[in-house]
């Protein structure tokens, strides 16, 4: 029987073959992978593989294959900067696993964690590891078994007539799905000689069975296969739907693709909205917002002695946000304004209690909050928490993160010896005056001026958000100082701190860095000077809303463009 060791074999070996390989594997190639036509040619190269060489030996390119709407803006050719391959994120790998077999599996968990650029999840810099090789191929056979399972649902046709037929059928209709594009007949028929063997012998299934596994082990399915220079429709098509869905192209925008219809800026603008409006589109703000504020970090925990609510609480401060940024995105496209000033939320009893607030009638209500003590994400118990220590608050978490992930002012590297341990509590001192004796360290002062004085702001809040005005029986004190920003000199308290940032215009280029970095899952370097301030001016032009942002980032020259590494 040929059933799941060899292809395990087979299929791992295949990452380290084919056109897209010269990513640093190192190893035996063992058999080639079904479609790549045995090429180990450059990713950025010509290749064997469909979606680079799209007319293949007749030069005759099909419509969803031909390049979409061409660059011809201001940032376009050497004004461009280079992309490294994309490989999918852990959600988007479960996304599109989900929409492969209509059923959530949740295989990421078992993953080694996504590499970073900046502050977002993206896989673009190392090679893969024989772990990650391993991880992937353990996946994969267990979406194979899933889809045997429910093969009824998963294969398009009734295997009991013209098995053989059908078999194609089945690889015609879930490789274009798994590869983002259709495939060509040399690939339909290495995949159909692949389930002929795993048929011949045992069954259907089985065929079945070996496909899936080899095509989920593909770099054409495990990567965003693009370029170079302007997509191919169907590259546009995936890279669209990745960053507005965090999941592959529907039917709809996948049947656009293969007309043609995103061949012009009006056809992939009308697309665009369509993506953009869908709930996932404003799934896609959420989680651009919860990754750029570093809500992760309140997974750390909390000292349950000093906060043994907080465990209970943790999950309403994620849904808190949610609701408050999907209510903005749906009133008025996101405007900073809005995200950084409304003392407009919604609680649940236990947030309630929080922010000091009635208990709601319902589970969730919309609440308005004092506007003396409440402003925006920044003083919302997420953030406060997620920037909090584990036993208070921090200025320095905090301070560090209004520095770095708002104003994308980057610290200098601390000195050889600098002593990173945080003061010890004391019950007759305050927080900040534990950490105003980093300040009298020559060797800190520089750096906790940076970090610290903006820190002290949100003083005013405890560990898990709560507002205070004293703490130890001893006063706050939350007047604090900008250093080197655009916005420099002292304020008083998060109110103050917050209407400095909205009128910075370091904080709205920020923003479109930031916004940069997530739908192109890479650091920008010099060369994207040009489109970064094209994303800026659009951003100031356009009321500050991000929803607009978003859309002129989807229609630039670099969106529409894949330029490799040199």
């Not at 490789?175 to 259907?204: I, Q």
């Not at 409304?342 to 929080?354: C, D, H, K, Q």
Request: aromatic share 10%; charged share 20%; hydrophobic share 35%.
């Amino acid at each position: 029987m040929f059933r799941l060791n060899q292809p395990r074999v087979l299929v791992t070996s295949l990452l380290c073959c084919g056109s897209l390989l010269a990513i640093g594997c190192t190893g035996t190639i063992g058999q080639s992978e079904p479609g790549a036509g045995g090429s180990t040619s450059s990713p950025t190269g010509g290749s064997n593989d469909p979606g680079q060489n799209p007319g293949g030996a007749t030069g005759m390119v099909p419509v969803g294959q031909a390049p979409a709407a061409a660059p011809t803006g201001a940032c376009a050719g050497d004004k461009l900067g280079p992309s490294p391959l994309h490989r999918l994120t852990r959600v988007e790998y479960d996304n599109t696993i989900r929409d492969l077999v209509g059923e959530d599996l949740n295989l990421s968990k078992d993953f080694a964690f996504d590499e970073r650029a900046g502050e977002f999840n993206s896989n673009f810099f190392n090679p893969l590891t024989e772990v990650q090789f391993s991880q992937y191929a353990t996946a994969a056979e267990a979406v194979a078994e899933r889809a045997v399972a429910k093969m009824s649902s998963v294969v398009p046709c009734d295997p009991g007539g013209d098995a053989a037929g059908c078999g194609k059928q089945f690889i015609k209709q879930f490789g274009r799905n798994a590869f983002r594009r259709p495939l060509d007949d040399a690939e339909t028929a290495r995949y159909a000689a692949l389930f002929e063997m795993g048929r011949t012998g045992v069954d259907f299934a089985n065929g079945v069975r070996l496909v899936v596994q080899a095509m989920l082990q593909s770099p054409k399915f495990l990567y965003l296969v693009e370029g170079p220079g302007p997509l191919t429709q169907h590259q546009l098509a995936a890279r669209l739907s990745y960053f507005l869905w965090n999941a592959p192209p529907d039917a709809q925008l996948a049947a656009a693709a293969d007309s043609g219809g995103l061949g012009s800026l009006d056809g992939l603008r009308k697309e665009a909205a369509r993506l953009i409006s869908d709930k996932r589109g404003s799934e896609m703000i959420v989680d651009f917002a919860t990754q750029w504020l570093g809500y992760w970090a309140w997974e750390m925990g909390k000292d349950v002695k000093v906060y043994p609510q907080f465990d209970a609480l943790k999950p309403f401060l994620v849904e808190e946000t949610n609701r408050f940024l999907t209510d903005a995105i749906s009133k008025n496209g996101a405007r900073l304004e809005t995200l950084l000033t409304s003392n407009t939320t919604f609680v649940n009893g236990p947030l309630a209690e929080v922010y000091g607030v009635p208990k709601p009638g319902s589970d969730w209500a919309p609440t308005t909050l004092d506007g003396s003590q409440r402003a925006g994400l920044f003083t919302q118990a997420a953030f406060l928490s997620a920037h909090g220590s584990y036993d208070g608050s921090s200025p320095i978490r905090r301070g560090l993160a209004i520095r770095e992930r708002i104003l994308c002012a980057d610290m200098p590297v601390p000195p050889p010896g600098a002593d990173a341990t945080f003061p010890a509590a004391k019950p007759t001192q305050t927080t900040r005056q534990r950490f105003d004796q980093h300040r009298t360290d020559p060797s800190c002062a520089s750096c906790h001026m940076l970090m610290d004085k903006i820190g002290y702001g949100f003083e005013g809040y405890d560990g898990i958000g709560r507002y205070r005005t004293t703490e130890n029986g001893i006063p706050i004190d939350d007047t604090g100082e900008l250093f080197t920003t655009d916005i420099d000199g002292p304020f008083k308290g998060s109110g103050e701190l917050t209407r400095k940032l909205l009128g910075s215009k370091q904080v709205q280029s920020c923003v479109t860095t930031q916004w940069f970095r997530y739908a192109f899952g890479r650091l920008n370097v010099d060369a994207d000077k040009c489109t970064l301030d094209a994303f800026n001016k659009s951003f100031t032009d356009g009321d500050l809303k991000m929803v607009d942002l978003v859309t002129h980032i989807v229609e630039s020259d670099a969106f529409r463009t894949y330029k490799p590494l040199q």
